[in-house]
């Protein structure tokens, strides 16, 4: 990969620029459909991540059931190219439902709720509408985030979407695993314990006739152990589309299946001992990495032992004190970043890396689309 990166360093991009692989992005979708196929689950990923129409279309054309979003608006765009999409946030306001209740007339939509006001809101707008939108009920597994608190919860909600019988369709349960990021080795048992409540949840269902069609969970440091949760139908990974330092720190992929990388150039040597580069805040997200916080602001290939250890908006400054050289000006490095989701969302576009080792400018279809 890096080899590849550097070729694409050396043909006088402005910078800071974002780079994707392609070949490393392809491998690791395949990778995923792949354990999928295996373990007969569906794959559902997260666009939130790449908010790519590009990307959104290779991971339909390997295998991908539909996509996540988070937000309407990505909904709205990557529809172009799916029919099958699920809003994995609550929807609570009149808005948002008009928008929902829109793309009901020409796609399958679902959205992931935890509340009664969440249900009637949707409810009233699409009946009006003549639409039906797709309700996953949000059961907390451990994150502690969203969702009801209870197998009963869950089912008292279900029974109420069951009961509404127009605008709304009771499809299943929605969950996060978040909460799990311990090494693989050690994650099996806590994902058998959420798989417990879940199981109790679809038998408290079943015993008041209600069908448990979708168990949709599943995050990118748990997608390879998901069949450890025999209840879950389908799973929701995101930034295993490129990875980053999050995961690399995690243990959940090396470093070597990082697609996305910042390049960045050196324009200052003048402090000793430390090199200040063109990205900053606005280029490489602010993010501190949740496993390592004290490691950095990313991670500099060129330079491994090399420590990114303070951002201002345009400024990125990395001491290179124990690294045995040190960049001159106008030299550039290619970064890691610690979370690829807000890094990508702070890019226009980004750099398509091509088979051939040519680059194209590909757009963030749905950057900065926070409703």
């Given at each position: 990969?890096?080899?590849?990166?550097?070729?694409?360093?050396?043909?006088?991009?402005?910078?800071?620029?974002?780079?994707?692989?392609?070949?490393?992005?392809?491998?690791?979708?395949?990778?995923?459909?792949?354990?999928?196929?295996?373990?007969?689950?569906?794959?559902?990923p997260?666009?939130?991540?790449?908010?790519?129409l590009?990307?959104?279309?290779?991971?339909?054309?390997?295998?991908?059931?539909?996509?996540?979003?988070?937000?309407?608006?990505?909904?709205?765009?990557?529809?172009?190219?799916?029919?099958?999409?699920?809003?994995?946030?609550?929807?609570?306001?009149?808005?948002?439902?008009e928008?929902?209740?829109?793309?009901?007339?020409?796609?399958?939509?679902?959205?992931?709720?935890?509340?009664?006001?969440?249900?009637?809101?949707?409810?009233?707008?699409?009946?009006?509408?003549?639409?039906?939108?797709?309700?996953?009920?949000?059961?907390?597994v451990?994150?502690?985030?969203?969702?009801?608190?209870?197998?009963?919860?869950v089912?008292?909600?279900?029974?109420?979407?069951?009961?509404?019988?127009?605008?709304v369709?009771?499809?299943?349960?929605?969950?996060?695993?978040?909460?799990?990021?311990?090494?693989?080795?050690?994650?099996?048992?806590?994902?058998?314990?959420?798989?417990?409540?879940?199981?109790?949840?679809?038998?408290?269902?079943?015993?008041?006739?209600?069908?448990?069609?979708?168990?949709?969970?599943?995050?990118?440091?748990?997608?390879?152990?998901?069949?450890?949760?025999?209840?879950?139908?389908?799973?929701?990974?995101?930034?295993?589309?490129?990875?980053?330092?999050?995961?690399?720190?995690?243990?959940?992929?090396?470093?070597?299946q990082?697609?996305?990388?910042?390049?960045?150039?050196?324009?200052?040597?003048?402090?000793?001992?430390?090199?200040?580069?063109?990205?900053?805040t606005?280029?490489?997200?602010?993010?501190?990495?949740?496993?390592?916080?004290?490691?950095?602001?990313?991670?500099?290939?060129?330079?491994?032992?090399?420590?990114?250890?303070?951002?201002?908006?345009?400024?990125?400054?990395?001491?290179?004190?124990?690294?045995?050289?040190?960049?001159?000006?106008?030299?550039?490095?290619?970064?890691i970043?610690?979370?690829?989701?807000?890094?990508?969302?702070?890019?226009?576009?980004?750099?398509?890396?091509?088979?051939?080792?040519?680059?194209?400018?590909?757009?963030?279809?749905?950057?900065?689309?926070?409703?």
């Amino acid at each position: 990969m890096f080899d590849r990166l550097m070729s694409a360093k050396l043909t006088q991009l402005a910078t800071p620029c974002l780079v994707v692989d392609s070949q490393l992005v392809l491998r690791n979708l395949e990778a995923l459909q792949q354990y999928a196929q295996q373990h007969d689950l569906h794959v559902r990923p997260h666009a939130k991540t790449h908010k790519s129409l590009r990307i959104a279309r290779e991971q339909l054309r390997l295998g991908s059931q539909g996509l996540s979003v988070a937000k309407v608006g990505e909904a709205e765009v990557l529809s172009q190219s799916c029919d099958d999409i699920l809003v994995a946030y609550p929807a609570v306001d009149s808005q948002r439902c008009e928008r929902i209740s829109n793309l009901a007339k020409r796609i399958n939509i679902r959205v992931a709720v935890d509340s009664r006001e969440s249900v009637d809101m949707l409810a009233g707008v699409t009946k009006a509408h003549g639409t039906t939108v797709g309700i996953l009920i949000d059961q907390d597994v451990g994150f502690h985030r969203t969702g009801m608190s209870s197998p009963e919860a869950v089912v008292e909600l279900a029974t109420y979407v069951v009961e509404q019988r127009e605008g709304v369709r009771f499809d299943g349960i929605f969950f996060y695993p978040g909460h799990v990021t311990v090494p693989a080795g050690e994650q099996p048992d806590l994902l058998r314990q959420i798989d417990a409540q879940l199981q109790e949840t679809i038998e408290r269902c079943r015993e008041k006739d209600i069908d448990v069609s979708i168990v949709s969970g599943g995050s990118t440091p748990s997608m390879f152990q998901s069949h450890h949760i025999t209840s879950q139908s389908e799973i929701r990974p995101g930034t295993y589309v490129f990875n980053d330092m999050n995961t690399v720190r995690g243990g959940f992929c090396s470093i070597d299946q990082c697609a996305a990388v910042v390049i960045a150039t050196v324009v200052s040597t003048a402090v000793a001992g430390k090199a200040v580069v063109d990205a900053g805040t606005k280029a490489l997200a602010s993010d501190r990495n949740w496993i390592v916080p004290d490691s950095g602001f990313g991670h500099v290939i060129e330079y491994p032992e090399a420590k990114i250890v303070r951002l201002s908006e345009e400024h990125g400054e990395i001491d290179f004190s124990k690294c045995s050289s040190r960049p001159g000006i106008g030299e550039r490095v290619a970064i890691i970043p610690n979370h690829i989701c807000p890094c990508l969302n702070l890019h226009d576009s980004f750099l398509w890396l091509d088979d051939t080792g040519q680059v194209e400018r590909t757009p963030v279809d749905c950057r900065g689309m926070l409703q």
